[in-house]
């Protein structure tokens, strides 16, 4: 399994921004796409943001679109989640996933198959 590496978490008050990185260790042949997913105290892991490695636009969860941006640099491995208009409702530990290339329907925690050990945001108002 690939290993992924979070950063970029931290507090901020409600419409800052934060940039979130993550690193993959490899990237095959099989590598599909990298999502990011965000875990709420007591409540569910939730997708967040994905984007494949063949390229083509992200896809973003309806709380975060338009505020949210999620790119990636193949020569680094890395993606990159580029949050603005920060909201409390947005604190979590942010998770980075990979999941392998198949035929999907949705992005959902079931799918990914390798993921990072996550990172802190937290958004006062």
């Known amino acids: 399994q690939v290993r992924l590496v979070e950063s970029g978490g931290g507090a901020v008050q409600a419409g800052g921004s934060l940039t979130l990185s993550c690193v993959a260790s490899e990237r095959t042949d099989s590598s599909g796409a990298m999502g990011w997913f965000r875990q709420a105290p007591g409540k569910e892991r939730v997708f967040v943001a994905a984007i494949h490695w063949r390229g083509g636009s992200p896809f973003y969860a309806d709380s975060v679109k338009g505020r949210f941006t999620l790119y990636k640099d193949n020569n680094r491995n890395t993606v990159y989640l580029l949050m603005n208009n920060l909201r409390p409702e947005d604190t979590g530990v942010y998770y980075c996933?990979?999941?392998?290339?198949?035929?999907?329907?949705?992005?959902?925690?079931?799918?990914?198959?390798?993921w990072g050990r996550g990172t802190q945001v937290t958004v006062s108002s």
């Open positions: 996933a990979s999941r392998p290339k198949g035929f999907y329907t949705d992005y959902v925690v079931t799918d990914f198959d390798s």
